[in-house]
């Protein structure tokens, strides 16, 4: 049940192929284009502030037409290696496809989606580099990513997914758990299957598959990004469908630290880090945008 | 191993009475091996005069290696005459465009169109084949290998190292020096500096120690800032690679197409007194329609 179909996986990849990117990141990367001269960094931060983009940015890199010796998850090195301009095009093909419509037949909010994204990115990526162990920015891709099964979800199986955000609100189950039984699969196995079918590095498609189980232990970003997530949630920093907030497995808080839970682990954090992130999240995810 | 040059003009074709000594033609150069097989470095308006003089040697085969799909580098190709004559081979060959998905076969499907050109592919006699390379994969034409590196430029532009008989020589087609987008104090600075650093060695490494290196120097130092970003090199770039990667021979080629021929000699010699030469460094001359070397 929990493998999909090649049939699917496939129907998704080719779905995805044709998946609009954020509002506010398709506006931006139409208005930096139109600029012969655009800052290189700015539309390097507009990339990784959007799920879809990025994920298809990584998706050409890490072709098997590239040969690359080793995988590349950053946005940064996609640059160096492609070239500035050729990164430029994917993302303005992309953004020429349309934005994501900020309504879906599932009910499901993508700019809280999106903040629940960046938010978690960020902390994942704060939590990375205060452990160490893991490439801080290895981790922001991968919590940005990490919910990108839902985003799929909502736009290509809306009236499913919408039985399993309903299930979840009023049984008070875990979303993944009820994405099983209406879905028959959930948002880490078909995030995780794309970033496979994709050839993304492994620990990449790992930090995706486990991110609701004690497996992301293992390794110190999957448990970041395990850990981000849920202090998103805590926080309320957007909300991409899944109000319960799990405790961390001993495996993951681990790597925090003895007898860190989420409450320590949010408070070592600080305020004024917490709070920088979500300003800069609600920047890119417009929530206030009509 | 034999090269010559047929076309060393970037951008645009520029004939005129001020470019008559250095050629008005874009890019195209010519390899002999050993035994005579033919390859072709890209397909620019030098391909037209070369094209004339196979037809002494029918039948051919040709390997042609696009470096990249700009107009300079492939306007050359319909004009390309053994297509039109039955028994000849092109193997075409080139990256593929990681924004359309296809293939090296786009360069001659774009320029093919009927409103843009008489001949449809397939009233072409000759047969033509395309061969799409991945960075860093090797082929063999004749008794050449040539490898592909991925270079820096606004579209996926691939430099060649042409290997055969213990020669060696290296084209650019265009390439810009990598540079940091950051500023010291970014947090990505640091980051990208190492990415960049990484970059550079893995093309060195392809360039290593060639006999010849032919690279893209466009500009002038002054020149530059006013083009950074847009993928070409200067001549003191170029100097300094040749320098680092040991090259026997560099030929600055891409000639900005407004630099009359003597400007073109002012410029290089003031960026050859920059880089003064000493026994056993290399030796650095500015690429010229028509001639020819052995090495």
């Known amino acids: 049940m929990n493998n999909l179909s090649e049939e699917l996986n496939k129907k998704l990849g080719e779905a995805v192929e044709r998946m609009p990117a954020f509002p506010k990141s398709v506006q931006k990367i139409l208005e930096l284009t139109r600029d012969l001269n655009c800052s290189p960094k700015v539309l390097v931060q507009v990339i990784e502030n959007d799920p879809v983009i990025t994920m298809k940015i990584l998706r050409v890199l890490n072709s098997a037409y590239y040969r690359l010796p080793s995988k590349i998850t950053s946005i940064n090195h996609s640059v160096v290696f492609l070239g500035l301009n050729t990164v430029k095009n994917i993302a303005l093909s992309i953004a020429a496809i349309g934005i994501l419509p900020k309504k879906n037949a599932a009910g499901f909010d993508v700019s809280q989606y999106l903040l629940h994204s960046l938010s978690t990115a960020a902390i994942a990526k704060h939590l990375g580099s205060k452990i160490g162990g893991a490439d801080p920015m290895d981790c922001y891709v991968a919590g940005l990513l990490h919910d990108f099964g839902k985003i799929v979800f909502a736009q290509f199986m809306p009236e499913q997914f919408k039985v399993a955000l309903e299930t979840s609100m009023k049984d008070d189950i875990s979303l993944f758990t009820a994405e099983q039984a209406a879905i028959g699969t959930d948002h880490t196995v078909v995030g995780s299957m794309l970033a496979e079918k994709w050839q993304f590095p492994e620990p990449l498609i790992n930090s995706i598959r486990n991110h609701h189980s004690e497996k992301a232990g293992a390794t110190v970003m999957g448990s970041c ?9 805590k926080m309320g920093y957007g909300f991409a469908g899944d109000a319960r907030v799990e405790s961390l497995p001993p495996a993951v808080s681990k790597h925090f630290g003895i007898n860190i839970n989420l409450d320590v682990l949010i408070d070592s954090i600080g305020d004024d880090e917490l709070s920088k992130i979500l300003e800069h999240a609600k920047q890119f995810a417009q929530v206030d945008a009509s | 191993m034999k090269i010559k040059f047929w076309g060393v003009r970037g951008s645009i074709p520029s004939p005129r009475a001020g470019t008559v000594r250095y050629g008005g033609n874009t890019t195209c150069i010519e390899i002999r091996t050993d035994n005579n097989e033919l390859i072709i470095l890209d397909g ?3 391909i037209f005069p070369l094209s004339q003089t196979l037809l002494k040697e029918l039948p051919v085969t040709a390997n042609i290696f696009i470096t990249h799909s700009h107009w300079d580098h492939i306007h050359g190709l319909p004009f390309f005459i053994p297509n039109f004559i039955p028994g000849n081979k092109m193997i075409l060959h080139g990256a593929l465009d990681p924004v359309s998905g296809r293939g090296v076969e786009q360069v001659m499907d774009v320029q093919l169109q009927y409103s843009y050109f ?3 592919e397939a009233e072409m006699k000759a ?7 991945s960075p860093g994969e090797t082929v063999q034409a004749g008794s050449a290998t040539i490898t592909a590196t991925l270079l820096n430029h606004p ?3 691939f430099g060649y190292r042409v290997e055969c008989n213990g020669k060696s020589l ?10 940091n987008i950051y500023s010291p104090g970014d947090e990505s600075y640091e980051e990208y500096r190492g990415l960049v650093e990484a970059q550079e060695r893995m093309v060195f490494d392809a360039m290593h120690g060639v006999d010849v290196l032919i690279a893209d120097s466009s500009y002038t130092i002054d020149e530059y800032p006013a083009k950074k970003g847009w993928g070409h090199g200067t001549f003191d770039s170029c100097m300094q690679m040749a320098d680092a990667i040991g090259a026997k021979i560099l030929y600055c080629t891409h000639h900005e197409p407004t630099r009359d021929d003597d400007a073109l000699e002012r410029e290089f010699a003031k960026a050859l007194e920059r880089h003064p030469r000493r026994e056993g460094m290399t030796d650095f001359r500015l690429a010229r329609e028509g001639i020819e070397i052995e090495f």
């Open chain 2, 44 to 46: 620019g308006t030098g």
């Open chain 2, 155 to 157: 579209v996926v532009n």
């Open chain 1, 225 to 233: 990004v395990y850990a981000a997530n849920q202090i998103s949630k």
């Open chain 2, 170 to 179: 290296f084209f650019t087609g265009d390439h810009e020096p990598y540079s």
């Open chain 2, 127 to 133: 047969s033509i084949e395309y061969v799409s390379l």
């Open chain 2, 118 to 120: 008489p001949v449809r």
